[in-house]
T-cell receptor
Framework: AQTVTQSQPEMSVQEAETVTLSCTYD???????LFWYKQPPSRQMILVIR????KQQNATENRFSVNFQKAAKSFSLKISDSQLGDTAMYFC?????????????????WGAGTKLIIKP | GAGVSQSPSNKVTEKGKDVELRCDPI?????LYWYRQSLGQGLEFLIY????????KSGLPSDRFSAERTGGSVSTLTIQRTQQEDSAVYLC?????????????FGPGTRLTVL
C-alpha cells in the first residue's frame, strides 16, 4: 500500500524568505504522480504543483518548485520569496495510474499536512 | 468556467439524524470523488464515480454512508443516523478523465458538525 508522510506539522518563516516543506512516500510503483495542494482557511484545496514520476526534471510554477528524488522517494516543495498569502495548510499527495481499463480511479493518497505561517 | 461547488457550506445536525451533502462538478468532468477530512488530518478517500460505470465504494467507512450521481453530473453524499465521529469536512473533487487525466479540482467542502 502507498503511504505519504509529511514530517513537519508546522513551520513559520518571515515574509520574503525561502521555505522548504518535506514529503516522503512509499510505493512499489514505477509510474505515478505527485502533487502539492494548498488549503487556506477558506478550505478550498488548490493545486500548487504536480510532478510525473517518469520525468526527471523538477516541476516549477513561478515561486514554487519541487525537489523530486525518485530513488529516495522524496518530494519536497520550495517556496521562494514567500508572501503573506502563502499562509495555509500544504498537503502532499500521491496517485498512480489505474491498473486496468476497468479501473480508472486516480484516488489520491494524502499526507497529514504542514501548516505554513508567513510572518510579516 | 465555474469550479466545483458544494452545498451546504456548513451543516450542524443532531446525532441520529440523516444528512445530505451536494456536489456540483466542473461541467464536462466525468470523474467525481468524495473525500473526508477529519480535524488536523489529511484527506481520506470515500467514493469515486466515473461516467456511467459502477462507483468505487471501497473507501466508505460504514453502511451508513452512501452516494449517488445523477445524470453523470451532480452527486449527493448521504450519511444516515449520524454519529459524532462523522464530524469532518467533506470535500468533493472532479477530474476530466478524457483529457488531463491525473489532476483533481476541489470544491470548498461542507463542514459537518454532529452534536
Amino acid at each position: 500500500a502507498q503511504t505519504v508522510t509529511q514530517s513537519q506539522p508546522e513551520m513559520s518563516v518571515q515574509e520574503a524568505e525561502t521555505v522548504t516543506l518535506s514529503c516522503t512516500y512509499d510505493t512499489s510503483e514505477n509510474n505515478y504522480y505527485l502533487f502539492w495542494y494548498k488549503q487556506p482557511p477558506s478550505r478550498q484545496m488548490i493545486l500548487v504543483i504536480r510532478q510525473e514520476a517518469y520525468k526527471q526534471q523538477n516541476a516549477t510554477e513561478n515561486r514554487f518548485s519541487v525537489n523530486f528524488q525518485k530513488a529516495a522517494k522524496s518530494f519536497s516543495l520550495k517556496i521562494s520569496d514567500s508572501q503573506l498569502g502563502d499562509t495555509a495548510m500544504y498537503f502532499c499527495a500521491f496517485t498512480k495510474p489505474p491498473q486496468s481499463r476497468m479501473d480508472s480511479n486516480y484516488q489520491l493518497i494524502w499526507g497529514a499536512g504542514t501548516k505554513l505561517i508567513i510572518k510579516p | 468556467g465555474a469550479g466545483v461547488s458544494q452545498s451546504p457550506s456548513n451543516k450542524v445536525t443532531e446525532k441520529g439524524k440523516d444528512v445530505e451533502l451536494r456536489c456540483d462538478p466542473i461541467s464536462g468532468h466525468t470523474a467525481l470523488y468524495w473525500y473526508r477530512q477529519s480535524l488536523g488530518q489529511g484527506l481520506e478517500f470515500l467514493i469515486y464515480f466515473q461516467g456511467n460505470s459502477a462507483p468505487d465504494k471501497s473507501g466508505l467507512p460504514s453502511d451508513r454512508f452512501s452516494a449517488e450521481r445523477t445524470g453523470g453530473s451532480v452527486s449527493t453524499l448521504t450519511i444516515q443516523r449520524t454519529q459524532q465521529e462523522d464530524s469532518a469536512v467533506y470535500l468533493c473533487a472532479s477530474m476530466n478523465a478524457a483529457g488531463e487525466t491525473d489532476t483533481q479540482y476541489f470544491g470548498p467542502g461542507t463542514r459537518l458538525t454532529v452534536l
